[in-house]
């Protein structure tokens, strides 16, 4: 089996930083897209940025320039850095891994979903 385990989520004001993590572990040969979504209250959950085994990054237009995406393949892991946030970036983030198993079969997995909060 396969887990998504989120970390760094809080409470932080405007203009703040705050850097999420997100580890795979389990049966995992290896991990091709990982990225991040979010989803407001009331709202659509989507996209914020992802990041390829290429290394190759897609960011939302709403947070290019304040976010930064990044992977350590050798903790299987990816990260959100955030600077320069803004009320409206108060959402649930949710981590997601496309991952080949062990058994080398090909997955979608999403973390449990990490509450940001922007306020003063």
């Known amino acids: 089996q396969v887990q998504l385990v989120e970390s760094g989520g809080g409470l932080v004001q405007p203009g703040g930083s705050l850097r999420l993590s997100c580890a795979a572990s389990?049966?995992?040969?290896?991990?091709?897209?990982m990225g991040w979504y979010r989803q407001a209250p009331g709202k659509q959950r989507e996209l914020v940025a992802t990041?390829?085994?290429?290394?190759?990054?897609n960011i939302a237009d709403s947070v290019k320039g304040r976010f930064t995406i990044s992977r350590d393949n050798a903790k299987n892991t990816v990260y959100l850095q955030m600077t320069s946030l803004k009320p409206e970036d108060t959402a649930v983030y949710y981590c997601?891994?496309?991952?080949?198993?062990?058994?080398?079969?090909?997955?979608?997995?999403w973390g449990q979903g990490t509450q940001v909060t922007v306020s003063s």
């Open positions: 990041i390829t085994s290429g290394r190759n990054t």
């Open positions: 389990g049966s995992i040969h290896s991990v091709n897209t």
């Open positions: 997601y891994a496309q991952i080949i198993t062990n058994g080398l079969g090909r997955y979608d997995h």
